[in-house]
């Protein structure tokens, strides 16, 4: 898929294949700046979510990445940062 845009809805569908999510938190409401810890998603749910990214996306994030971008907004950019530099197939 390289060429389209990352979004907070394909971030949310991914987060919930790969980890599910908590019965405390709800996704569809205003996340985009909450911390991913906030929404139930530590680091092993955040490296399998970075895995779905990457085959999904055909890109290969940083090892970093996941541990800088602590919102969804801020994964959004990096994953989109990357996908603008990603040759199209």
């Known amino acids: 898929m390289p060429g389209t845009a990352f979004t907070l809805e394909a971030l949310k569908r991914i987060l919930l294949e790969g980890a599910g999510a908590s019965e405390d938190v ?3 409401g205003d996340i985009l700046d909450t911390d991913f810890e906030a929404l139930g998603y530590e680091s092993l749910a955040l490296l ?3 895995g779905r990214i990457e085959r999904e996306f055909g890109i290969a994030l940083d090892d970093s990445a996941l541990t800088v971008a602590r ?3 801020a994964l959004i950019e990096v994953v989109n940062a990357h996908l603008s530099t990603t040759p199209a197939a």
């Open 48 to 50: 399998e979510t970075g």
């Open 71 to 73: 919102t969804p907004r």
């Open 26 to 28: 709800d996704l569809d």
